[in-house]
T-cell receptor, first 112, second 113 residues
Framework: AQSVSQHNHHVILSEAASLELGCNYS??????LFWYVQYPGQHLQLLLK??????LVKGIKGFEAEFIKSKFSFNLRKPSVQWSDTAEYFC??????????FGSGTRLQVQP | DAGVIQSPRHEVTEMGQEVTLRCKPI?????LFWYRQTMMRGLELLIY????????DSGMPEDRFSAKMPNASFSTLKIQPSEPRDSAVYFC???????????FGSGTRLTVV
């Protein structure tokens, strides 16, 4: 069975600070990895995805993530956060099963 | 493209009543997923369809929940009878057969009182 762990439940940063959100997955085979963002009161939107190739993936709004296979990790990063990045961030994985398994989410609060 | 369309956006109902949630996937998408989001349990997969056929319904919590996809452009999730613990946001998502990730609908916020 596939599973996803997001260890940071709530992160508070000041504007311009750097961001790194942790994501670890559990699955023995080839995986596809995703980060989704959910702004307050809205639906989930895709930030970035990794299927294969370059383990450093760039997404929208200046976000990037690095796949480290040996650590089963896919951490999300952004060099300088903005107030508008306040949202909840979900890591997700799918292996053989088509459906995505989501982590519990990390709530990011950016203070002006 | 209008995206994935869910209705209603909000639903308040009394315990014991039947609730029907609706979803229209993006045209041409072969896969449709129903998720439930709560504070306690996060995002849980309830069921998903491929070409209108249910593939995995192991996440459907009880027999009170049922889902159908009578055609490629419409799906329903029904709860009968509803209970307060069913209160949650229910999301529908769709994806094409060449998997590139999901597109989510705006969700239905269900409150059972």
């Amino acid at each position: 069975a596939q599973s996803v762990s997001q260890h940071n439940h709530h992160v508070i940063l000041s504007e311009a600070a750097s961001l790194e959100l942790g994501c670890n997955y559990s699955y023995g085979g080839t995986v596809n990895l995703f980060w989704y963002v959910q702004y307050p009161g809205q639906h989930l939107q895709l930030l970035l995805k990794y299927f294969s190739g370059d383990p450093l993936v760039k997404g929208i709004k200046g976000f990037e993530a690095e796949f480290i296979k040996s650590k089963f990790s896919f951490n999300l990063r952004k060099p300088s956060v903005q107030w508008s990045d306040t949202a909840e961030y979900f890591c997700a994985v799918n292996g053989r099963r088509r459906a995505l398994t989501f982590g519990s989410g990390t709530r990011l609060q950016v203070q002006p | 493209d209008a995206g994935v369309i869910q209705s209603p956006r909000h639903e308040v109902t009394e315990m014991g009543q039947e609730v029907t949630l609706r979803c229209k996937p993006i045209s041409g998408h072969d896969y449709l997923f129903w998720y439930r989001q709560t504070m306690m349990r996060g995002l849980e997969l309830l069921i998903y369809f491929n070409n209108n056929v249910p593939i995995d319904d192991s996440g459907m919590p009880e027999d009170r929940f049922s889902a159908k996809m009578p055609n490629a452009s419409f799906s329903t999730l029904k709860i009968q009878p509803s209970e307060p613990r069913d209160s949650a946001v229910y999301f529908c998502a769709s994806s094409p057969s060449g998997f590139v990730g999901y597109t989510f609908g705006s969700g239905t916020r269900l409150t059972v009182v």
